[in-house]
């Protein structure tokens, strides 16, 4: 596998038209698309995306060229790919992706996927060998079917009143298992992988597939899909490997073959759906319950994916909540280029469950996924040592395309050297032969034989002087024994002599030897007679400017003991001086100190006195404000009485004036208005300070004592005819009072 790039989930939005149910029921479309852009509305919220097909945006024949196309060319490199309709139920998937068997489907992504693939194999088919496999799967109460399997889904069963298509399911057959392989890839068990070569197979694999699909009426979708499908498409590809390699003439060199293998998943996903809008009940409000548990564990997987944080914090990716979501745990977040289609209805009536899947479409934007081209490691490994081949075979050739010129010129050196080498082994043998004119002999101590080597121009001749051979020498003729004498005394006469050359040889090699170690001693001796004779006249001028410099110093002792007494003298006076002044510093400092500290302690009694005044002054303010308040109050009750005072006066004048006109009847209301007027007095004054009384206790209850004696003195006065004047007085003065 090559290393992988980061791509995001791509998502496409798919408004599909009101459809002839909503119209009937009064429906407007709540769902706007902003001009010109891939971007929605719907109430206050606006969302945006890859691409908006329908209502407004792009034309959705557009939709498979922009979002699918590019995928499908993917899948030739070697990637794998993965296309998902998503939406609440009866918003269009199926009829977008194709998986039904209507004739709406026939315009669906996957016919044109199909073509796409058939079309593009034509093309390259000269190059390249495919194999195309086909499956088709799904998912059913949490429980994965082969809808291409015939004999365990049995032939569809004619459709209840509900429109219901059920299978059977042959028992003993064992079901499919969601397995993952060593490297991380999620394969299924025991399905049926069908091979296909021709158009027309494959899409009678997909009708054969959608027919055996479970499906449903609701109220919402008369022909509901009760289960998550998934088509998958296998591209496997054999490629003959071309070098161009400049060198070679023939660019079309065969390399080998790379073998690609890739998987496109075609997914149309059960549609989220609501018990009460769909009116389900029994086994369709099972299936719901199943759709809707499907669905929100993929919910919770693009959740997990979609969240930048949460993905860089490493938080668990629940892919095996939910069989749907591990079959599609490499197309989210793994190893896949996937495109999403989320499916809405423009429909008022559908606006929150529209407004649901925008949001969890708009989640699975930030999917970031790791496709890589699929391809077979082998053919991989093979390829890697191929390029090493060509890179190689390129070096070759550059070497082997050294200039002619160069070539030539080490040829002749060749030849050359070789000539030399002639010759001197021409010169070699001239020498030996030489060397073995003169002739010589050698002993071979440890056999005990003597070798004779006599040469003889270029024949050489060997005799062993042996003492079993002495026979053979005795039995020559006197002649040839004469010879032979003449011979060995020769060749002692010769041994001699070259055991005197050698040793004679050896002496003048050791002379050689003693006399250039002589030499070189004679050398290395000057050397370091100049050597050490140059460090003696260093360490002589040394010695001469240190004695200078002893000298040098003595005269300066000398001169510091003359001056010294003189000195020792002044020194003490300024001592004396230093010391007496820091003394009266020191006792200035103590003096500041005793000082700083009396001040302090002045201060704090002077602010303990100040705060005794300023608390002293807080308890006056407060008795003048209590004064003030007195005074306040009694103020308020001189003014009251003041007042009441002035009504009495006036009802007395009153009455007196009216007993003036008539004096018997006079007395008696005079003592009547009297008591009203105690009995008012007396009420308010008891109002103010006791409480109130009645009219008719007066007398008995009144503590204080002044009013009754007033009541009595009152009818005492005026019976013993005292002036009016008086009386007045006397009434004024009871209400000051
Ligand atoms: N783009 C469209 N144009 C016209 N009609 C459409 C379009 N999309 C869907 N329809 C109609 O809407 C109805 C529901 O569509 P479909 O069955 O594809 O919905 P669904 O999302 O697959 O529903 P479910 O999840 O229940 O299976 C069908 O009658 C279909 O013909």
């Not at 008995?700 to 002036?723: K, L, P, Q, V």
Request: hydrophobic share 30%.
């Amino acid at each position: 596998m090559e290393a992988s790039e980061i791509c995001s989930v791509k998502v496409a939005l798919h408004i599909r038209p009101l459809i002839a149910d909503e119209r009937q029921q009064g429906c407007i479309e709540c769902v706007s698309v902003t001009p010109s852009k891939p971007q929605v509305q719907i109430g206050s919220h606006a969302f945006t995306f890859d691409y908006v097909y329908g209502n407004g945006g792009s034309p959705s024949v557009d939709m498979f060229e922009e979002c699918v196309a590019p995928l499908v060319e993917g899948l030739f490199q070697g990637y794998n790919a993965t296309v998902l309709a998503y939406g609440q139920t009866g918003s269009g998937k199926t009829y977008t992706m194709g998986t039904g068997y209507n004739d709406n489907c026939r315009s669906g992504l996957i016919p044109q996927v199909m073509n796409a693939f058939f079309n593009k194999i034509e093309t390259l088919k000269h190059q390249t060998e495919f194999q195309l496999r086909v499956s088709f799967v799904e998912i059913l109460k949490e429980e994965v079917r082969d809808l291409l399997d015939m004999v365990s889904m049995g032939k569809p069963e004619t459709s209840n009143s509900n429109g219901h298509s059920g299978k059977v399911t042959v028992p003993g057959k064992s079901p499919i298992q969601i397995r993952e392989t060593s490297n991380g890839v999620i394969t299924l068990s025991g399905i049926t992988e069908v091979p296909v070569s021709t158009l027309h197979d494959m899409s009678s694999y997909l009708e054969q597939g959608s027919l055996s699909r479970a499906t449903g009426s609701t109220n919402m979708n008369n022909q509901s899909s009760r289960s998550h499908a998934i088509f998958t498409i296998t591209l496997q590809q054999m490629r003959k490997l071309h070098s161009g390699s400049p060198i070679n003439d023939s660019s079309d060199e065969d390399m080998g073959e790379e073998y690609l293998s890739a998987k496109l998943h075609l997914v149309d996903l059960a549609g989220s759906e609501r018990a009460k809008r769909t009116g389900s009940d029994g086994v369709r409000l099972k299936e719901g319950i199943h759709i809707n548990k499907g669905l929100l564990a993929l919910g919770n997987v693009i959740s997990a994916l979609g969240d930048e944080k949460k993905r860089k914090e490493g938080v668990h990716v629940p892919y095996r909540d939910s069989k749907l979501t591990r079959l599609l745990q490499d197309s989210l977040g793994g190893n896949s280029k996937t495109v999403m289609i989320a499916c809405i209805s423009p429909a008022d009536i559908n606006a929150e469950e529209t407004l649901n899947t925008l949001k969890y479409a708009n989640r699975a934007r930030n999917i970031q996924n790791k496709p890589v081209v699929n391809q077979d490691f082998i053919s991989n490994e093979m390829q890697q040592l191929r390029q090493q081949l060509k890179y190689l075979q390129a070096e070759l050739c550059f070497q082997g395309g050294v200039p002619a010129d160069e070539v030539r010129v080490l040829k002749e050196r060749i030849a050359w050297l070789e000539s030399t080498n002639e010759d001197l082994y021409r010169e070699l043998h001239e020498y030996r032969s030489r060397c073995a004119f003169v002739g010589r002999c050698e002993i071979d101590e440890p056999d005990g034989h003597i070798y004779l080597m006599k040469t003889d121009g270029l024949e050489r001749r060997f005799q062993s002087l042996d003492s079993s051979d002495h026979s053979l020498v005795g039995s020559l003729s006197g002649e040839d024994s004469r010879e032979t004498d003449e011979a060995a005394k020769e060749l002692e006469h010769v041994l001699f002599q070259n055991t005197m050359d050698k040793e004679m040889n050896e002496l003048n090699k050791h002379l050689e030897q003693k006399e250039s170690e002589m030499k070189l001693i004679a050398v290395d001796t000057e050397t370091l007679k100049q050597h050490f004779g140059k460090k003696i006249l260093e360490l002589e001028e040394e010695k001469r400017k240190v004695q200078e410099e002893r000298d040098r110093l003595f005269h300066e002792v000398e001169n510091l003991a003359a001056n010294s007494d003189g000195l020792a003298h002044k020194t003490q006076d300024v001592r004396g001086q230093k010391l007496k002044a820091l003394e009266a510093q020191v006792q200035l400092q103590h003096k500041m100190k005793q000082e700083a500290e009396q001040f302090r302690q002045w201060k704090a009694s002077r602010e303990k006195e100040l705060l005794q005044l300023k608390k002293e002054g807080r308890k006056n303010e407060y008795e003048r404000h209590k004064l003030e308040a007195l005074n306040q109050r009694q103020k308020m009750v001189l003014q009251r009485k003041t007042e009441e005072a002035t009504m009495a006066t006036k009802r007395l004048k009153e009455l007196l004036e009216a007993r003036k006109s008539s004096p018997r009847d006079n007395s008696e209301l005079l003592s009547r208005s009297m008591g009203t007027v105690n009995g008012d007095v007396g009420e308010r004054e008891n109002g103010d300070t006791h409480g109130s009384h009645g009219e008719g206790d007066r007398g008995e209850s009144r503590s204080g004592g002044g009013a009754i004696d007033f009541d009595r003195r009152n009818d005492t006065m005026i019976s013993s005819g005292m002036d009016e004047k008086n009386l007045l007085n006397r009434t004024f003065m009871w209400t000051i009072r």
